[in-house]
């Protein structure tokens, strides 16, 4: 896989491995483009709070919206991660230019060794939900009066828990596999606030074909019992897209 990172013998990395990628360590094409993605997600993520923060003060009352905000962030998050997961294991190959191994490549080296993902750096964990992440966060800074707009504060906050939450999906995935998470983190699983490794284990029993969702798995059941991801595959094959061949 383009993105393994031999544990048996490392080395250290030169400074332009380490920015661009090519060496033993990082061999990741873009090793740039994900520093620059982490980045801009905190950047943007303090921008946004600056907003957010002042639109509560306008008006205070607002504050009682949070909680439903951050629900919805989680909520939606949750079904990012399953559509995503869903996409890249699905169709396309780890060769397809950006998309292959940014997305695919990862998801299928997961399920050869799905401990894989407790190995690899903050950067490399977190880099690919931080770029998506921008989709959302950029517009928002730029274009939701916050500072004017009780309803585009509250749209605001609900962008930034549902970036955050995004963020926290490679996180959360990644102690879902840990032999010794955090304590804060088994007790978040216990509580169904993150996915557990029980939940997820139901996705790595072949054929691999359910409990895509991986932030809390809340939708997982609601969109196994309906079928979802079928029926969306009849779209996506009907439009033509190439189905996975397992490199």
């Not at 998050?77 to 292959?100: E, I, K, M, N, Q």
């Not at 557990?196 to 691999?208: D, L, V």
């Amino acid at each position: 896989m383009s993105r393994a990172i031999d544990i048996e013998n490392p080395r250290r990395s030169s400074a332009l491995e380490w920015w661009f990628g090519g060496g033993e360590r990082y061999a990741s094409r873009y090793r740039f483009i994900e520093v620059m993605s982490v980045a801009a997600f905190a950047a943007l993520a303090v921008l946004l709070g600056i907003e957010i923060y002042a639109g509560l003060e306008r008006s205070p009352w607002s504050a009682l919206l949070l909680l439903p905000a951050a629900f919805g962030g989680l909520l939606g998050a949750d079904l990012a991660s399953g559509l995503v997961h869903w996409l890249a294991d699905t169709y396309w190959r780890a060769t397809t230019p950006f998309w292959g191994p940014k997305f695919v490549a990862p998801f299928r080296e997961h399920h050869v060794d799905p401990l894989a993902i407790t190995r690899h750096d903050f950067i490399e964990a977190n880099c690919d939900n931080c770029l998506v992440s921008l989709l959302v966060l950029v517009p928002a800074w730029l274009f939701l009066p916050m500072r004017e707009s009780v309803w585009a504060t509250i749209f605001g906050a609900w962008v930034l828990f549902l970036a955050s939450s995004v963020l926290l999906t490679s996180i959360a995935h990644g102690w879902a596999h840990h032999g010794s998470p955090p304590p804060i983190a088994r007790r978040l699983q216990r509580w169904g606030l993150l996915i557990s490794p029980e939940q997820h284990a139901h996705h790595h029993a072949a054929p691999h074909k359910s409990h895509y969702c991986i932030t809390n798995g809340w939708l997982n059941p609601l969109l196994d019992h309906t079928h979802f991801f079928r029926h969306l595959e009849r779209v996506f094959d009907a439009l033509g897209a190439p189905r996975a061949e397992h490199d």
